[in-house]
């Protein structure tokens, strides 16, 4: 059964990838002689959370050296001459996808700013949901912006607040803040991690002979060699100096809510989060959609790279063996030629080819881990169908996505989302397949060990993209009427 128009070419953001985009990716260490060298790795690991550009700042006890590049990590941070620059022994880093602020370099961070009690360099993942709306108040008072990114909200309070120390400083700036947000702070003295009141965005702490260490995953202490210590709680800030630590609960204490995305698909499959394996938390996600789905087929083929864990779970669970019945091209970034309509057509060939001994004349499977607009969906399904098999299965080891996110994940308007457009049957109808099954959202829950499934009075996760349900304000949504007519720069470049 095939009711789709599988003509339909694909477009250029159809190439570079039909799924949802990255956040950003936050690194930090003090007192280490090899700081810069540790946070250029750091940040190596934490690459998929951001390729865009990436940036570093050291303090090496007289001043603060600032390194800031459009590019992958590699292609500025294995330079000799930068990394002879990024002098010091305390330094911080960010890798960046752009949710707010166009990828242009005044927008690459850590951002910078020298105040009266000496420079502070920021940096951050997520999105503060009212960002628009304190950046139009702050203009307003008198206040300068060099950048478009929300994260220049938080330089200007901490500039603007009336405390002496500059931890105090710090917390009264983000206790203004709402949305989702992890950030690493970088000043003469000090190396200071805070998570947001829900844990929405991922901090863990680390150490390395004596060094304190900020990352947004275990993945970047493992690549250092450097010990995980906990993570940083929502609602933490924490600050390190050569003397020690320090903790802090300037938001009081209440119930996490990390965002569920982390183990669905934006965390590494190496990572620990939340006492939990990615890995092992995707095998579950796949093992509870076999329960729910019950589908007849004879082999189970995952969506290369992100629907792999899924995938062997769904094959665990069910006795269906899994095959790599597609391969996937990893030297295909961006298009290398350019986007004719020809080459558009050809589409999703670029990245994924069927390999057809293993899918001619079976009932496939198709496990992938989110399904957003659809559009490379289709063209998958119409490549194993050509391939020759005899029926064609999609499972998302996720719910529908139908709501857009608000908290760093660059999802598209909600008009773009197939769920949001379609029912099941319209979804399956568009993207050509036999049929179509989704986790449920109860589902998801069981798979991260609680039976009862999601307690709707206290949802143990940020879930908002499947429920709806945000946990904070959406002050900058509510009165987008005025930051839309608020004199904005139009980014160029």
């Not at 965390?267 to 620990?272: E, L, N, V």
Request: hydrophobic share 35%; net charge negative.
């Amino acid at each position: 059964m095939n009711g789709a128009d599988n003509s339909v070419a694909l477009t250029q953001e159809d190439l570079d990838g039909d799924t949802l985009h990255e956040e950003c990716g936050v690194f930090g260490i003090l007192g280490h002689e090899d700081a810069a060298a540790l946070t250029a790795l750091g940040l190596h690991a934490l690459q998929h959370r951001g390729q865009e550009a990436a940036g570093i700042v050291t303090y090496d006890g007289e001043q603060f050296r600032s390194e800031r590049h459009l590019g992958l990590v590699g292609d500025s941070f294995s330079k000799p001459e930068i990394m002879e620059h990024l002098k010091g022994s305390y330094s911080v880093g960010h890798v960046r996808y752009s949710t707010t602020g166009a990828p242009v370099l005044r927008n690459v961070q850590p951002l910078f700013a020298e105040l009266d009690g000496g420079g502070i360099a920021v940096c951050h993942n997520g999105n503060f949901t009212n960002a628009m709306t304190l950046r139009r108040q702050l203009i307003k008072d008198g206040a300068i912006c060099q950048s478009t990114s929300d994260s220049e909200v938080v330089l200007q309070l901490v500039a603007r607040s009336r405390q002496t120390k500059i931890v105090d400083r710090f917390i009264e700036a983000i206790t203004q803040m709402e949305g989702a947000f992890s950030l690493v702070a970088l000043t003469r003295k000090k190396l200071i991690g805070a998570r947001d009141p829900f844990g929405i965005r991922p901090l863990v702490l680390g150490d390395l002979n004596g060094a304190p260490i900020f990352a947004s995953e275990t993945c970047a202490l493992d690549i250092i060699g450097a010990k995980f210590i906990r993570e940083v709680e929502n609602g933490e800030v924490i600050v390190c100096t050569p003397g020690g630590m320090e903790s802090y609960f300037p938001f009081g204490k209440r119930p996490a809510r990390p965002c569920i995305f982390e183990y669905i698909y934006f965390s590494r499959p190496d990572s620990i989060l939340g006492g939990h394996s990615v890995y092992d938390v995707r095998k579950q996600f796949g093992r509870q959609l076999a329960l729910e789905s019950q589908i007849k087929a004879d082999v189970i083929v995952p969506v290369p790279d992100s629907g792999v864990p899924a995938a062997l779970g769904y094959s665990q669970e069910s006795g269906i063996p899994f095959e790599l019945g597609i391969i996937r091209n990893h030297y295909v970034g961006r298009t290398f030629i350019e986007p004719t309509q020809q080459i558009r057509t050809l589409g999703v060939k670029l990245k994924h080819s069927a390999n057809q001994a293993q899918i001619k004349g079976k009932r496939v499977v198709l496990v992938d881990d989110s399904l957003v607009r659809g559009t490379t969906s289709l063209k998958i399904v119409q490549m194993i169908r050509d391939a020759g098999a005899s029926e064609v299965h999609f499972c998302l080891a996720s719910p529908p996505i139908k709501y857009s996110d608000y908290y760093g994940i660059d999802t598209p308007v909600r008009e773009k989302l197939l769920a949001a457009k379609y029912d099941l049957a319209g979804m399956k109808n568009y993207i050509g397949a036999d049929s179509l099954h989704f986790l449920s959202v109860d589902g998801v829950y069981k798979a991260m060990g609680y039976e009862e499934g999601r307690n709707n009075d206290a949802p143990q996760f940020t879930d908002h993209c499947f429920t709806g349900d945000y946990p904070t304000p959406l002050t900058d949504l509510i009165n987008d009427d005025d930051n839309r007519a608020a004199p904005r720069l139009v980014e160029v470049g």
